[in-house]
């Protein structure tokens, strides 16, 4: 028997760069993050869900909503996550083994800053997430994982420690080669790396690492 693997794409309620790059597979799992709808319906697509405390849902979107169907999970304004990270927590409970996150980054600093970081939490562990933006992908490394980046020779990559200094490093298919090394948490020794190839790996030991790819305008 096949392992069953379910792929979840949520749209927060962010800046959508690009919205022709938004991309979705038969059998992906969609969830909206409140005003998130608007992407997902502008999109095409239909969620499967909406979450949050409906800040962002007018009374109008909330009746196109109910008209298809889509269920509606509400949650009170005086809480203690964001609509993102309950809509992460969600994709997570249904089982999802990946995430794929839209319209996360946008003018606020603090939301964007709060986002980026969602995936170091550690009820959050069970799913490797990426964060979408245009041309750019961010993804979280725990320690004991690999990731396999795919791109374009040319293609930055950068890779910033979180939490603490990133320990036992490797690297292969990067201009610039880490061998069981270590990046420092505060220094930027880890950016603007460059893709050689199609794809490269990268691999940590101990402590977390933000992955970045920048694609270059096609």
Known sequence: M???FLRAVIFANGQLSNPELVHTFPGDFIIAADGGHRHCLRAGLTPQAVIGDFDSLDQASQDQ???LGVPVIRHPRRKDFTDLELALQYAVEQGADEIIVYAALGLRWDMTLANLLLPAA????AARIWLLDGQQEI???RAGQTVTITGRPGDTVSLIPVGGDAHGITTKGLEYPLNNETLFFGATRGVSNV???SSA???ISAGMLICTLIRLEQ
């Open 195 to 197: 893709l050689l190839s």
């Open 139 to 141: 993804t979280l490394l």
């Open 65 to 67: 909503l109910k008209a």
């Open 201 to 203: 790996q990268v691999q």
């Open 2 to 4: 096949e392992d069953f």
């Open 122 to 125: 550690g009820n959050l562990s």
